[in-house]
């Protein structure tokens, strides 16, 4: 994407997973761990899953998408969903889905049980899949107090639309006081001049796609991602841009004062802070703070990106608030799982025996 300028050097937050005898975190590997999420609000652990553990977690993905009658997402890119430019769907809670859950929970837990209580709720199991053709989601945070948790299950490339993060920009107290007490002021400058790329950089992409043979848009398409009234937060809408109806990024957020700011404090912002896309190989596993500001970007490749994501609940979540960024399937909400139910779930014995990663 031309129009913002993206690292790809994700070494500062990648951490070898190194697993005990009982196919956990060793306590140095998940020290280190905890020590990027609190400096960077992620942390990338490498070769977490094996290679068939991560083909488990892709066929979950497949079974999901299959079925005509899947539960899709309502929390972003409700119209890209629509078109079929992605598919992020709820995994119901069926014993492979819960097994693979609690695989990732009992691996992670000298790691998760920093920030997250035992009783606190599994919020959402979800598959978050992109085609060719899919809206660059405006950077945002999600809804506050949760530990998210993005597998690949296959390798992810920059092309594929791997997530980005703005390192550094999760909240906590006395975060505000960094960069001489203006570092919340300056971040909500950074993000609104990510947003504003952003935009333009879909709006390019949806003129060029009217006559694409690769990614051809579908009738009423064009007409419901940039003129539609429906509620979307993370399409290039002028609609809603215009009328100030869109929380993530709207014309209200262009007043004369803060195009002045990002004029005067760009050198401030190109010092502080940086966009990084992360490009996780197979088996991998991205913990990061939802309060850390990120995006989906769109999928340039013609090979779908597929990944595997839960949330865990780090503080009180209102119910009528996971909406906002999270989407249970009817039978999480029906039958609620918590870290504790997750960590004490009964696994079958590992074969990996020859599985590397662990020491005895």
Known sequence: MRELTVSHDCAAFEV???????????????RQARTRIDTHGLVILTGLLSASEADAGLALIHETIDDPDRVRGAFASETDNRYLRRDFCALPSTPPVTAFAATLAQRLEAVLGEYCGRSRPLLEVTTLTSYRGSSHQYVHRDPIGVISLLVAVEDVSPAQGGTVFVPGTHLYGGSESRQGGQAHALTELFRTRCNYRILRHNLA???????????????????????????????????????????????????????????????????????????????????????????????????????????????????????????????????PLSLGDLLDHALPAPSGATDRRRIA
């Not at 070898?16 to 998940?30: E, F, N, Q, S």
């Not at 990084?276 to 913990?287: D, E, F, H, N, Y």
């Open 205 to 335: 992409k949806l003129w060029r796609m009217r006559k694409s043979a690769d990614a051809p848009l579908a009738p009423g398409e064009f007409r419901d991602r940039v003129f539609s009234t429906k509620w979307d937060q993370h399409q290039p809408n002028l609609l809603r841009f215009l009328l100030g109806k869109n929380a993530q990024f709207s014309l209200r957020t262009l007043g004369p004062r803060t195009l002045w700011r990002l004029y005067r404090q760009r050198a401030a912002l190109d010092a502080h802070f940086r966009l990084v896309q992360t490009a996780p190989r197979k088996g991998s596993v991205i913990l990061y703070r939802s309060d850390l500001l990120h995006a989906g970007p769109d999928n340039r490749s013609p090979q779908p990106r597929r990944v595997f994501s839960m949330s865990i609940a780090r503080d009180l979540v209102e119910p009528k608030f996971w909406s906002d960024g999270y989407s249970p399937h009817p039978t999480l909400v029906e039958e």
């Open 16 to 30: 070898p997973a190194i697993l005990d005898a009982h196919g956990k975190l060793t306590p140095d590997c998940a």
